[in-house]
Every structure is written in C-alpha cells, then in structure tokens.
C-alpha cells in the first residue's frame, strides 16, 4: 500500500550539508498498523512529512497504492491528500467553529461530496468510535482523547489508503491514549485501515504489526510483534536503549 525506495533527504546551513534521511527503503502492506520510532534527531517527522510531500526530497521514491507520488505538481498532490492519505496530528488540528460530526465531514465537503452519503459514513464512523454521544458538540466542549478520536475517524472517512498519525498520543493522558491507540486498532480490524504512526511512545507502538526504528537517518532495525503486547514493549525499549 505504501512503498519507499532509496528515499534521500537532506538540508543545508551555510556551506554545510545534513543528511537527515538515507536512502530509506521500506514497505507498508494493506491492513498493517506500523510504526516507525528513534531517538530526536534520528529523522522520524522529516520522514513523515516526506510522505505526505510537504516537504521535497532529493532521490528516491515514494508509491501510494502502487502510483508514484513523488514529483507530482501541487494540485495532484492536493487531491492525494484529500482522498488517499488521512491524517491524525498531535494538535488535533480540529475546526473549533465546526461540531465534531461536520469535522469528520470536512475531507468530503472539499471534495464536494453527496451530502446525504456523507452523514451516512460520518455517522456510522462516530458509532464505530464511540463518540455519538458528542457528535453535535463543538471542539471546546470535548475532552482530548474525544478529540482524538474524531481526528481519527475525519481521516477514516474518504477511505484513505494510508492513515499518517502524527505523534498521536503526545497530548494525551494515559487513559485517553489507550482509548486512542484502540481506535486505530479497530480501525484496522474492522475497516482494514492501513496506518502509519510516528512516535516515542513505546506503549503505542507496542499495539503495532510492525515497529521500524530509525537511527542517525537510516533504518536501525525492524521489529515484528510476534509476541504478546508486553513482551514486545520490552524488545522494544531494549533495542532503543541501544
């Protein structure tokens, strides 16, 4: 679903050049819940924007659902990430002047969507999270993980290929955090959603098929929950020590 060849980045100050990210090649299958984690400075959010194009890159390659994303104009890439990728950001980034169910909308009312069918999808991804009971409340009137979980079925709702998240837990108290993490879990069992998750949290990405840890620009090492949930939170943390 989500394909990376020899990607390159790298930034320049002065006369100096930083490789951030080198020639990173990894794969992302369709219903994987992956996340990608390492220390500040290893590349993780260069990596993420580069995804999404928000930021260019020098080489490489990106596919989304097997099409080459990587040097389309900006209007292509507009409509990628309005109908292919969904995202779930730290900061929420939810419209404090729209109720939670006209957020989850918002992908489709850009999109110019059927009315009607929108409501029906929207309100059926409110059922499947749990937040209903809100949907008629505005943005100031909800806790974080309800926020956060409306973030995360506005991105579920044009059916994205990939759900890029953001850090998505870092905002969060542990309670919301797991009612977060759990989303994104249901989400992929019972909408076969892909999702592509950065972050530090080694509780979170203990929830994961797959955790890739990047070191110095490069990928470190892939790991595979084979294992129940703690004991694979307990690779991980030994192999981020390291």
């Known amino acids: 679903m989500l394909k990376l060849r020899n990607l390159y980045k790298s930034y320049k100050t002065g006369s100096v050049n930083y490789d951030v990210l080198k020639n990173i090649s990894f794969e992302v299958k369709k219903g994987e819940f992956v996340a990608v984690m390492g220390p500040s400075g290893s590349g993780k959010t260069t990596l993420l924007n580069s995804i999404s194009c928000f930021i260019p890159f020098e080489k490489g390659e990106i596919l989304l659902g097997g099409e080459n994303i990587s040097g389309l104009n900006e209007e292509k890439l507009a409509d990628i990430?309005?109908?292919?990728?969904?995202?779930?950001?730290q900061d929420f980034m939810l419209l404090d002047g729209l109720s939670v169910i006209e957020n989850i909308c918002l992908p489709q009312i850009i999109a110019d969507k059927d009315v009607l069918k929108m409501e029906v999808l929207a309100n059926k991804l409110c059922n499947t999270?749990?937040?209903?009971?809100?949907?008629?409340?505005?943005?100031?009137?909800?806790?974080?993980?309800?926020?956060?979980?409306?973030?995360?079925?506005?991105?579920?709702?044009?059916?994205?290929?990939?759900?890029?998240a953001d850090e998505p837990t870092g905002n969060l108290d542990s309670k919301s955090a797991r009612a977060v993490i759990d989303s994104f879990v249901q989400a992929k069992s019972e909408l076969e959603a892909t999702v592509f998750m950065v972050t530090h949290d080694s509780f979170a990405a203990s929830f994961c098929d797959?955790?890739?840890?990047?070191?110095?620009?490069?990928?470190?090492?892939?790991?595979?929950?084979?294992?129940?949930?703690?004991?694979f939170m307990d690779k991980l943390l030994d192999t981020l020590k390291n």
């Open 210 to 231: 797959r955790v890739i840890v990047l070191k110095d620009g490069e990928v470190y090492t892939e790991l595979t929950r084979s294992e129940n949930r703690v004991k």
């Open 81 to 89: 990430r309005n109908q292919k990728l969904g995202f779930v950001f």
């Open 129 to 164: 999270f749990g937040i209903s009971h809100i949907k008629d409340k505005y943005p100031a009137e909800i806790s974080g993980g309800e926020k956060q979980r409306t973030a995360v079925a506005r991105a579920l709702i044009n059916q994205p290929y990939v759900i890029l």
